[in-house]
Nanobody, 123 residues
Framework: QVQLVESGGGLVQAGGSLRLSCAAS????????MGWFRQAPGKERQFVAA????????YYADSVKGRFTISRDSAKNTVYLQMNSLKPEDTAVYYC????????????????WGQGTQITGSA
């Protein structure tokens, strides 16, 4: 059973930056593709970014492309989401997720989820 714990959330002004971390345990980290999703109040969970087990493939939602970067450190069993040029509309709870197999933007294809971390962007 894989456990995921996110950290790094907080309040940030428009144009600012934050880096989220997701620490994985309980499984072989290199077996899993990792994804970041977000959910704003009253809205459905939305794909943000994903990275393959080998880091050779990444995939981003159009809304964050060029601003966010996903990466992973296998030595630390951690996946990161570097968020730059933040906008108020980036405000949401951010979740990391893991799945065996190829990366996908579909949240229903991920088997393991963290508890989420809040990002609040102010104008």
């Amino acid at each position: 059973q894989v456990q995921l714990v996110e950290s790094g959330g907080g309040l940030v002004q428009a144009g600012g930056s934050l880096r989220l971390s997701c620490a994985a345990s309980g499984g072989t980290f290199s077996n899993y593709a990792m994804g970041w999703f977000r959910q704003a109040p009253g809205k459905e969970r939305q794909f943000v970014a994903a990275i393959s087990w080998s880091s050779s493939s990444t995939y981003y939602a159009d809304s964050v492309k060029g601003r966010f970067t996903i990466s992973r450190d296998s030595a630390k069993n951690t996946v990161y989401l570097q968020m730059n040029s933040l906008k108020p509309e980036d405000t949401a709870v951010y979740y990391c997720a893991a799945r065996r197999g190829i990366i996908t933007p579909r949240h229903d294809q991920y088997n393991y989820w963290g508890q989420g971390t809040q990002i609040t962007g102010s104008a």
